[in-house]
């Protein structure tokens, strides 16, 4: 059996309860219910994925789609999406997400008929979004929204690229959508299109296996196949069937939930957002381009998938992809100095890095955090600690902060730089080196001996209680 | 980074961020809580405070 949405449900389930929860009072997505109701539980320090079954559509009927949201939220759950130990979910994770990111497996194209997308197709007249219970996420959002990944060819490569972009629920035309645009990927495909006044294919996938969404998050070229390199996450081929607009020239996965078809015509833009986007701040109203809906095709069970916005399920599915390879390059440029690299949820995932390292002279922890800020343009502050910092560890990275910093050295400002978010630092990035200064006489960290800790077996003793 | 500057509603008085590029345009916005559409010369007020 192929791996779906459901295949990792039942897994889930079984292996891991707490993961996942199961609502079965009605809710009304499109009045905040289900957002609120994943507050409360963030609040409480729970973020299991969690399964609305009574979700209301958006003509506020009683919808047969339940509704699947927060399913990145714990390193762990992506951990047993690949088939990785939940109890390596810190870095060797990362690494893990960079190996598979290079191990690629060719998708096959299986007939309609072998197809559980194709359970039920609309066309035409039949197609109104407001069918599908398409939630709100925050007070001040544009409007009901799609969070899940969108598709795209490369008309000359034959390339499939897939991204996390955002779908609005159009007030005017419940056949078309608004869409945010805004991966490098796709905007280059965009061009293309607009250049040669064409419209261009899309289609939205609104539920697969998380291995699915993860690998749409793989760091690799434009030109790489994006199915190829899902196929590779998934650890089996992924299973294609022609779509219900193009055909062969354009395949869709055989075992998603929900695929919306449509077209982005050229030039077209409309207003969209504001949205409570990454950052858990609002993305401003602008101008987007909008997709004419050509055909839905879904399950007849379907599940509509969603990413519970600016919370750990958003931070966590960039977070991952670029720990890996930013730990991969800096242990290209420094040695194996570098021992670490996380990206805190503080930062959002995207904000901050911190990195590790076994400093053996000083300044090292400087040329470590000016290496790190130029690969990510969405760092704003990169911190530098010792090996003997956790990095995943946010009180003691704070900690090393406090205790080894002298801010008239060991801070600077880099100034008239590109930065990707709108936040009150501007168009400046902040280095940090909080490594322990080797050039002056300053207390070092309190440890228990590793030969004790090493000797005590734990259990052995709370046996006794 | 984008730049941006806050509109208030003209119907319901609540404000919401908009990307500067359309600050000197005709474009209509959408107030995201009563969906009245309004340019930006129809806006009740203005923030544009920047840097």
């Not at chain 1, 079954?53 to 759950?77: C, M, Q, T, W």
């Not at chain 1, 760091?219 to 294609?240: K, M, N, V």
Request: with cysteine; charged share 25%.
């Amino acid at each position: 059996m192929a791996k779906d949405l459901r295949t990792f449900i039942k897994q889930i389930e079984s292996e891991h309860p707490g993961d996942f929860r199961r609502i079965t009072k009605e809710v009304d997505p499109a009045n905040y219910d289900v957002t609120a109701i994943m507050e409360h539980l963030y609040r409480r320090g729970e973020r299991p994925a969690v399964l609305f079954e009574h979700p209301k559509n958006l003509k506020g009927e009683d919808s047969d789609i339940p509704v699947l949201i927060n399913v990145f939220a714990e390193r762990a759950r992506c951990a047993t999406a690949l088939d990785f130990p939940r109890d390596q979910a810190n870095l060797p994770l990362s690494l893990e997400f960079s190996r598979l990111s290079e191990a690629g497996v060719a998708p096959v194209t299986v007939s309609p008929a072998d197809a559980p997308v194709k359970e039920v197709v609309l066309t035409g007249d039949q197609i109104d979004t407001r069918d599908l219970p398409i939630v709100i996420h925050s007070e001040g959002d544009y409007g009901p929204c799609l969070t899940m990944t969108l598709l795209v060819k490369d008309p000359e490569s034959g390339a499939y690229n897939a991204a996390f972009i955002k779908a609005f629920y159009d007030f005017d035309d419940e056949r078309r959508l608004r869409i945010t645009i805004h991966s490098p990927d796709t905007e280059r495909a965009l061009a293309w299109y607009e250049a040669r006044q064409q419209p261009m294919p899309i289609v939205a996938v609104l539920g697969h296996h998380p291995a699915f969404y993860l690998g749409t998050m793989g760091l690799t070229p434009y030109e790489s196949d994006d199915f190829t390199t899902i196929g590779g996450f998934l650890g089996e081929p992924l299973r294609l069937v022609p779509s219900e607009t193009w055909g062969d020239d354009f395949l869709v996965p055989a075992d998603a939930e929900i695929l919306i078809e449509g077209e982005v015509p050229p030039g077209e833009r409309m207003i969209a957002d504001p949205f409570g986007d990454i950052t858990r701040q609002y993305q401003a109203q602008t101008l987007r381009p909008v997709m004419n809906v050509t055909a839905i095709t879904r399950r007849r069970d379907a599940i509509l998938q969603d990413v519970f916005a600016g919370h750990h399920d958003h931070f966590t599915v960039g977070q991952i992809p670029k720990e890996g390879t930013l730990y991969n390059t800096l242990r290209r440029k420094f040695g194996d100095i570098v021992t670490a690299v996380h990206l805190p949820y503080s930062g959002c995932g995207r904000l901050a890095c911190y990195v590790s390292i076994k400093k053996t002279r000083e300044g090292q922890g400087k040329a470590v955090a000016l290496a790190a800020i130029q690969e990510s343009w969405t760092f704003q502050v990169v911190v530098v600690v010792d090996d003997v910092i956790d990095v995943f560890n946010e009180q003691d990275v704070v900690w090393a902060a406090l205790v080894n910093v002298d801010p008239s050295r060991d801070v600077d400002m880099i100034h008239n730089i590109p930065t990707v978010f709108t936040t009150s630092m501007g168009y400046r990035k902040v280095l940090i080196d909080a490594t322990r200064p080797l050039d002056k006489a300053i207390p070092e960290m309190n440890r228990v001996p590793q030969e004790a800790l090493d000797r005590i077996d734990l259990d052995a003793y709370l046996e006794g209680r | 980074m984008q730049r941006i500057f806050w509109v208030t509603c003209p119907s319901c008085g609540k404000a919401f961020s908009v990307d500067y590029g359309i600050r000197h345009t005709t474009v209509p916005l959408e107030c995201p809580y009563d969906r009245r559409k309004f340019t930006v010369d129809e806006a009740a007020a203005l923030d544009e405070r920047w840097g």
